[in-house]
């Protein structure tokens, strides 16, 4: 036989519950409790008083106070009193005398306790005292009721209905009063509880999984929970449950909504569609009320047509409790985001989307840190608008976590009154799916499982998604591109989503009709490419000087790109002035790459100091504020390669080194005693040596390219904009689609175009104007105009030092 187990030091055993220390005496009373019925005692035997000289005017208060001593009811009132008195008082002796405190609670109420506890069940108790209180506050009614007629309490308590139909015109006045007064504000709040939700029937939904491109590899995952949906028995029976919850999260444009329009639209299941904005509202509790009427419509359609889908867009704002942190690659190309729009040359297109995402979150996060101040802070007062921070989101909680608990009002109150218990719910089908681009703002209570069981991220289409994407739209329209120009267009537009690539198209076709025709051309597209990347050009022209200034910027840059970046390709180079850029070189990565390497990042820094080394090198040592944003995105680069990524002299991270207050690696350490040098220098240190010996070599790469940047930069001062595959072209010397380069490989032609720089030179020295007209390429039936470029190379040639020239290139 098995000796019993015994219970572990320290532990109570696991069917006893915790042990509470017993007093030896009472626990003492407040002092409210002590009084309170003496208190009402002493109310109703001076209600007995005044009733006695209402009865009688001429009675005066001291004969009513003795004729209620004679009387019955005052007897019963002064009886009542005593023993009130007699009860504090054992209250009073209990809390002082241990012995009668434990004769009175374990031999007195003890054993009562023991045998009401044996014949009857708690709640059989709990009812019977419910009907004890009832009767005595009935009694008590009925004595006041008595003494204020004149008559005997029992006979007051047959007249009671007599009383109350008197009454009642009386009382319906003040309850219609009430219902004006109180309807007032429940009209309000129905009206405006109304909207943002809108219900589409089987037969209105026309989307399919097929209208559905780029996003295979999600839709197959959503498939899945169709199946559930339309067959919940296939998992049910085998003790699993239905998913009921999806969020779909992704920048915008990448076909969330659009994907759920197809779910509702493959199952024939009702599509609600929940706008949060909706919910946002200027008095707290309509929120609440939008969201306990949208489930109770879901309940009924969900039974109706055996499942429903509902979709929240932009979910972000009714569910934002979360901490604002989205991470995700790149900002649109041609578009500066706030913490580098700086006048002055588009530094930051030249980075890739990587590069360019984690700069502007770091400028962000800097920017955020500012002083506390009382113009930055935000009071919001108690009328204040709020979404998901006023009750509804926590609306929202309840009602997707309580959707099984018994409903209807006979259900849940008329039977359990009638003692039966109340039936369960039926299984509603509803399938909750939600889209938002920021899913860190989410409250993590909601994406728990059992409310959004499946997260998903719809982000931007892979360069097969993009072709497939791109095919779907332009087959709707007439064209002529071919199959190699479309995967060369999807390889030229690599963040581009399903929105982005149809309004692409529809541009397209608007260029077309401009131009007379009905059929799309690959110079139809591109241009539209252009228009929706960088945005319509200002209507403004630059002087010569400073229009061969930004074109020798840009041509820097390209060139440098052309040489170093062998994972990115040009897309792009233009000298047209943007909202907020003199000029610009775009890049994009030709394949689809998840990982990025020093030899890369070194290249996105060759590329940035480009414009301050070619500028140094093509205008005597001189340079423009146009490099700020260059320097700035090539030291911001450099920081994190020197003291996050380990592509520096050091290995250690200088973020987590500085959340742990452990010293920046590479800090200040022990000096070499035979050197006296300290062996480790700070981080800013190394950073401008890394710059230098970096900006040393792009300066080596433009010398050996100098002709090659001259005769871009006369390719975009001559068109203005080039595609990348021009500027490749001009670069190699050979045809390109929309510009010849051949004619870059003319000698004579080259050597005007130094002609032409040098002349620029000088009226850049002077702020004069250029003695020398651009250049015309051969062929175009205008002569190369070296001859008249003889006089003013002499000049240039001999003219005075420059008095931007550096100390080391000054001459003797």
């Known amino acids: 036989m098995t000796a019993p187990t015994q219970p572990v030091e320290g532990l109570r055993p696991p069917d006893e519950g915790p042990r509470e220390a017993e007093r030896p005496t009472r626990k003492p009373l407040p002092l409210w409790d002590r009084i309170k019925f003496l208190l009402l005692f002493t109310v109703v035997w001076f209600f007995l008083v005044w009733a006695a000289m209402a009865d009688n005017p001429l009675l005066p208060f001291v004969d009513a106070v003795r004729e209620e001593l004679r009387s019955t009811w005052g007897w019963v009132v002064i009886s009542l009193a005593g023993l009130e008195v007699l009860r504090q008082l054992h209250y009073l002796v209990s809390e002082h005398s241990p012995g009668y405190h434990r004769f009175w609670i374990h031999y007195v109420f003890g054993g009562i306790e023991r045998v009401s506890h044996r014949r009857l069940s708690d709640w059989t108790r709990f009812r019977l005292g419910r009907w004890v209180k009832w009767l005595i506050w009935l009694a008590l009614i009925a004595i006041l009721l008595g003494q204020a007629m004149d008559t005997n309490p029992v006979l007051v308590v047959f007249q009671l209905p007599a009383l109350v139909w008197s009454a009642l015109p009386f009382v319906i006045q003040i309850m219609f009063i009430m219902f004006i007064a109180v309807g007032q504000f429940a009209a309000i709040f129905w009206f405006l509880s109304r909207g943002g939700v809108d219900v589409y029937y089987p037969e209105d939904i026309k989307t399919r999984f097929t209208d559905v491109w780029g996003q295979d590899h999600v839709l197959e995952r959503v498939k899945e929970n169709i199946v559930y949906l339309e067959n919940p028995e296939s998992i049910e029976s085998k003790g699993g449950y239905v998913p009921g919850g999806i969020l779909l999260w992704g920048p915008p444009g990448t076909g969330k909504t659009l994907m759920a329009e197809a779910v509702a639209g493959e199952t024939g299941k009702p599509y609600v569609f929940v706008d949060p904005g909706a919910f946002i509202n200027m008095f707290f509790g309509v929120g609440v009320l939008k969201v306990k009427s949208l489930f109770r419509k879901l309940r009924k359609l969900a039974l109706r047509y055996g499942g429903v889908i509902v979709f929240f867009d932009e979910a972000d704002s009714l569910g934002n409790r979360g901490a604002l942190a989205q991470g995700g690659p790149g900002f649109p190309r041609g578009m500066r985001p706030a913490p580098f729009a700086t006048t002055g040359c588009h530094g930051f297109s030249y980075l890739s989307p990587e590069v360019q995402w984690l700069l502007t979150r770091d400028a962000m996060q800097s920017g955020a840190e500012q002083p506390d101040t009382r113009r930055n802070k935000v009071v919001m007062g108690n009328m204040g608008m709020g979404a998901g921070g006023m009750g509804t989101l926590q609306a929202l909680l309840t009602e997707i976590s309580g959707l099984k608990k018994p409903r209807g009002f006979v259900n849940r109150y008329v039977r359990r009154l009638l003692g039966m218990r109340p039936k369960p719910p039926p299984k509603y089908r509803i399938l909750i799916m939600m889209a938002t681009n920021l899913p860190e703002a989410l409250d993590e209570a909601l994406l728990r499982p059992g409310r959004i069981d499946r997260i998903y991220k719809v982000g931007y289409p892979s360069k097969a998604g993009r072709i497939r994407t791109y095919q779907g739209y332009l087959n709707k329209v007439r064209h002529e591109l071919t199959d190699e120009q479309i995967d060369k267009l999807a390889t030229i537009t690599p963040y581009a989503t399903g929105a982005t690539i149809k309004d692409t198209v529809n541009e397209a076709l608007i260029n ?114 146009g490099v700020s944003g260059d320097l700035e995105s090539a030291t911001g680069v450099a920081t994190y390669m020197e003291g996050f990524w380990g592509m520096g002299s050091t290995v250690s991270s200088y973020s987590t080194s500085k959340r742990l207050e452990v010293g920046s690696p590479g800090g200040p350490g022990r000096k070499s005693k035979e050197s006296g040098v300290d062996p480790r220098r700070a981080l800013a240190d190394r950073i401008e040596d890394n710059l230098s010996v970096l900006l040393e070599r792009t300066t080596e790469i433009l010398a050996e390219e100098r002709t090659r940047v001259l005769a871009l930069a006369h390719a975009l001062e001559t068109h203005k904009t080039l595609t990348g595959d021009d500027v490749v072209a001009v670069l190699e010397g050979r045809p390109g689609p929309l510009v010849d380069g051949t004619v870059y490989k003319d000698e004579e032609f080259l050597r005007s175009i130094e002609a032409y720089h040098r002349a620029a030179l000088a009226a850049h020295r002077g702020h004069t104007r250029l003695t020398l007209a651009l250049p015309v390429p051969p062929g175009n039936g205008k002569p190369a105009a070296v001859a008249e470029a003889a006089q003013p190379v002499e000049t240039v040639e001999s003219a005075a030092p420059s008095p931007w020239a550096r100390p080391a290139d000054s001459p003797a």
Not at 515 to 526: E, F, K, P, S, Y
Not at 535 to 544: L, S, T
Not at 551 to 579: F, L, N, P, W
């Open 512 to 625: 077309a009709i401009r131009a007379g025709r009905d059929v799309i051309t690959w110079a139809d597209v591109m241009k539209a490419k252009q228009l929706k990347e960088l945005g319509p050009p200002e209507d403004v022209e630059y002087i010569e000087r400073e229009r061969h200034a930004v074109a020798v910027h840009e041509a820097c840059h390209a060139v440098v790109a052309y040489r170093t970046r062998q994972h990115m390709e040009i897309d792009i180079a233009t000298i047209e002035k943007g909202s907020d850029y003199l000029g610009m070189v775009a890049s994009i990565p030709p394949e689809d790459q998840f990982t990025r390497w020093r030899s890369e990042y070194e290249a996105d820094i060759y590329v940035s100091l480009a414009s301050l080394a070619g500028e140094r090198m093509f205008f005597d040592g001189d340079s423009s504020s």
